[in-house]
């Protein structure tokens, strides 16, 4: 009798330990338009509901059904602008379109709605998010080059005015502080991280564009590392600014602010462009091992002056009060 109790005990305990979750039959029950949307935003990165910018002049809408379209009949179009905002209200295939099978209908307002292929639509539209708008304007490969064009050409001019004029300058004839070089290497890093992210990870990047945030701990590794040298950037941007007032008259730290502006434009885009084909990689080791090289054997300062305490880079005659330092 006492193993029968024992067993029945045993049984009920084990019995207790088990926990069925509630029950909910529709958990993981999709229809199968929602299995189509989650499937078209794991590779298009937007469905329904997203929000997109009218970047081109204009892009021209349908207002009947695609599949009027594909059939010869006549359709209706109407544009929307540059400026508009538009909402994905459907999208549907369309296999026997020889153009694009992928339909999109967006809509402006109530009265505003129609459809359009979606590389036409892509390709005048971006998402509606201020971080979007900002890539897009920077990826756009003619702006690059027209942008290495001018900041080469004004880099140049800026740099040999700066030079005759015996003003300071990042890596030439420079201050005693590392930050100004340490902005230009994080320049360099961001450019690089960018320009890799485009050769081997560009589909991370697409989403990315599509779902931007400026959270390095939100996103993939590879995404975390460019956010996180964006944003080291623009704290060593600050504590540059402050050493550079501290160390220079006014009048010398708007010279030396306008050569440093330069120099991180043709950091960023020489080495944004030069890493798309690979060379730039090179390029970057050889940068670094220039702008330190540089830094420690002419700009660091390892001596003081006994006079009037000013600092010096080597012993000999003081530039600011011409006492001899032996």
Known sequence: ?????????????????????????????????????????????????????????SISLIAQHPTEYVNGLTVDTFPVFQGNRLVVADITTMPTDSVDSIWVQVAR?????????????????????????FIDFFSDTHLLIFLYLLVLVLAVFVFRKLMRLGAKIVHFNDINSFYPTLLCLLVATSAVFYGSIQNFAPDSWRHYYYHPTLNPFSVPLHLGLFLSSVWTMFIVAIATVDDIRRQLR????????????????????????????????????????????????FSRTNYICGNCGRQLNKKGVCPHCFALNE
């Open 109 to 133: 307002d109530e009265s505003t709605i129609g459809w359009i292929h979606e590389s036409q639509l892509l390709s005048g539209v971006a998402p509606d998010t201020p971080i979007s708008r």
């Open 1 to 57: 009798m006492q193993k029968a109790v024992s067993i029945l005990f045993l049984l009920l305990a084990l019995t207790s330990c088990y926990y069925q979750g509630p029950y909910t039959s529709d958990a993981w029950s999709l229809t199968d338009r929602q299995m189509d949307s989650i499937s078209f935003y794991t590779t298009h990165h937007y469905t329904e509901n997203f929000n997109f910018w009218v970047k081109a002049d």
């Open 250 to 297: 006014l009048g010398e730290a708007l010279f030396y602010y306008l050569g440093l502006a330069g120099v991180c434009a043709v950091d960023y885009v020489v080495f944004s462009l030069s890493t798309l084909y690979y060379f730039g990689y090179l390029l970057y080791v050889a940068y670094i091992v220039f702008a330190v090289w540089r830094y420690y054997h």
